[in-house]
């Protein structure tokens, strides 16, 4: 599954959905990182000032990678964007 975040709210959301779909709690995250619950939570709630360490740490703990590329053209409509 590809996913598009172009906000951290958005990128939160991800890697809340793929955390859940690995049935995987913030603890088990944080156990595997080494970071605090409370880290991983203000990540998947889109808090800014997140370390890019931190966000790579935590994508590698769910076996995701960040890609970056050109951005698509924007829709002005919110349902385009699920």
């Known amino acids: 599954m590809t996913s598009i975040a172009r906000t951290p709210g ?3 959301a991800i890697i809340r959905r793929q955390r ?3 049935q995987l709690t913030q603890t ?6 080494h970071l605090r619950q409370a880290t991983i939570s203000a990540l998947e709630n889109g808090e800014p000032g ?3 360490k931190t ?4 994508l590698a703990a ?3 990678e ?3 590329r050109p951005r698509s053209a924007e829709s002005t409509s919110i349902e385009d964007l699920f």
């Open 50 to 52: 997140v370390q890019l």
């Open 66 to 68: 960040l890609v970056v």
């Open 55 to 58: 966000i790579t740490d935590i």
């Open 10 to 12: 958005q990128l939160g």
């Open 20 to 22: 859940k779909l690995q």
């Open 62 to 64: 769910l076996s995701l």
């Open 28 to 33: 088990d995250v944080s156990a595997k990182t």
